[in-house]
T-cell receptor
């Protein structure tokens, strides 16, 4: 029972490089999210998706793009990484059902941009 | 927009003692959910306890309980008989119900409280 899996767990990028973070969930959840966690800031929403083929902006979307081509996967892309994107990134998912309110989180990806 | 405030960046407690972490929130909605998440050094986000706003009874999960004051928009977490494994970052979070039509089920987090447990 894998739950929510993020790949990779750690990455170091040079400024200007691009990369994609993968989030995969095996619980058939409709809703998926990408958050970033910075010291003293809590978790802030970057983008989210309410279903396959849909995406929407969250609180801090600039510099990121996302795609949800398959229901189980939610990709977060950085086209040209900047030091300000150094952070820990979390993916989360939950069911589109009022009776099930818990969000499930991945283990996080620590990204350093130098 | 909803906001969640945790006014205690750091706290400490003696092992076996009780500690209370504070959380206040701002919303114009009458129905919503509140959560406490624990994040140990492993980074994993672990749900500790949740509260539905329409329920007056405070939620309890073993050694963890909340004091939910809806009128005051306060949601504090009490940890009884503190253990070394309770040392972690604790985040308070808020979410609207799906039927609110908000369009998403996103969580709004506070900035967190780092809890240390002293042996």
């Amino acid at each position: 029972n894998a739950g929510v899996t993020q790949t990779p767990k750690f990455r170091v990028l040079k400024t200007g490089q691009s990369m994609t973070l993968l989030c995969a969930q095996d619980m058939n959840h409709e809703y998926m999210y990408w958050y970033r966690q910075d010291p003293g800031m809590g978790l802030r929403l970057i983008h989210y998706s309410v279903g396959e083929g849909t995406t929407a902006k969250g609180e801090v979307p600039d510099g990121y793009n996302v795609s949800r081509l398959k229901k189980q996967n939610f990709l977060l892309g950085l086209e040209s990484a900047a030091p300000s994107q150094t952070s820990v990134y979390f993916c989360a998912s939950n069911l589109n059902r009022e009776s099930s309110t818990e969000a499930f989180f991945g283990q996080g990806t620590r990204l350093t941009v130098v | 927009a909803q906001t969640v405030t945790q006014s205690q960046p750091e706290m400490s407690v003696q092992e076996a003692e009780t500690v209370t972490l504070s959380c206040t929130y701002d919303t114009s909605e009458s129905d919503y959910y509140l959560f406490w998440y624990k994040q140990p050094p492993s980074r994993q986000m672990i749900l500790v306890i949740r509260q539905e706003a329409y329920k007056q009874q405070n939620a309890t999960e073993n050694r963890f309980s909340v004091n939910f004051q809806k009128a005051a928009k306060s949601f504090s977490l009490k940890i009884s008989d503190s253990q070394l494994g309770d040392a972690a970052m604790y985040f308070c979070a808020y979410r609207l119900p799906l039927y609110s039509g908000a369009g998403s089920y996103q969580l709004t987090f506070g900035k967190g409280t780092k809890l240390s447990v002293i042996p």
